[in-house]
């Protein structure tokens, strides 16, 4: 069955340290990917997107991702950690373009200063 | 921008109620999407829809329902509520390949 998987259920980074997200999926083939982050009490906000080609993808607020066939991996990741960071991550995907997301459980981050 | 509006951002209600949760977007997207959140669970689709009068079950569909008799307007219904279904309940809209918006959820309390 198709899933997408986020080992860590939650992370503290010290203010202005580098973050990285993990997010695996388990398809048959290529899924479109996505990072959602959600605020407290908010709805998803989309971070970025992966399609097909470059497999950097940049996002809004610096954050940027790597697509990695090899791995099935869609990891998150960002230089320097902002407390206005502090926020749930999600990782979703799906095969078909336009069609229903599969998501991961989430990673809660926390910042400490 | 896309906006996708839930009529609640709270809700209180008991059990055995019928229970509509309303979502209109803005941007005349033909895919729309019901997601429960819950702690620990992520985002489960419940039901969507590609076009008006159009729906489908997505994975925990039991004791819902839903209505799109206008394109943008999607509703869910709880037939009759429990309390297993106090939850966060999210909206999204898409269209062709772009991704979806969410809307800021219905929290949703069954007492």
């Known amino acids: 069955a198709q899933s997408v998987t986020q080992p860590d259920i939650h992370i503290t980074v010290s203010e202005g340290a580098s973050l990285e997200l993990r997010c695996n999926y388990s398809?048959?083939?290529?899924?479109?990917l996505f990072w959602y982050v959600q605020s407290p009490g908010q709805g998803l906000q989309l971070l970025l997107k992966?399609?097909?080609?470059?497999?950097l993808v940049q996002g809004i607020k610096g954050f940027e991702a790597e697509f990695k066939r090899s791995q099935s991996s869609f990891n998150l990741r960002k230089p320097s950690v902002h407390w206005s960071d502090a926020a749930e991550y999600f990782c979703?995907?799906?095969?078909?373009?336009?069609?229903?997301?599969?998501f991961g459980k989430g990673t809660t981050l926390s910042v400490s200063s | 921008d896309v906006k996708v509006t839930q009529s609640s951002r709270y809700l209180v209600k008991r059990t055995g109620e019928k229970v509509f949760l309303e979502c209109v977007q803005d941007?005349?997207?033909?895919?729309m999407f019901w997601y429960r959140q819950d702690p620990g669970l992520g985002l489960r689709l419940i039901y969507f829809?590609?076009?008006?009068?159009?729906?489908e079950k997505g994975d925990i569909p039991e004791g819902y329902s839903v209505s799109r008799e206008k394109k943008e307007r999607f509703s869910l219904i709880l037939e009759s509520a429990s309390t297993n279904q106090t939850s966060m309940y999210l909206c999204?809209?898409?269209?062709?390949?772009?991704?979806?918006?969410f809307g800021d959820g219905t929290r949703l309390s069954i007492l």
């Open positions: 999204a809209s898409s269209s062709g390949e772009a991704p979806q918006h």
């Open positions: 398809y048959g083939a290529t899924p479109y």
């Open positions: 992966y399609f097909s080609g470059d497999t």
């Open positions: 979703a995907a799906t095969y078909q373009a336009g069609t229903a997301l599969i």
């Open positions: 941007m005349d997207h033909e895919n």
């Open positions: 829809s590609y076009d008006v009068k159009m729906k």
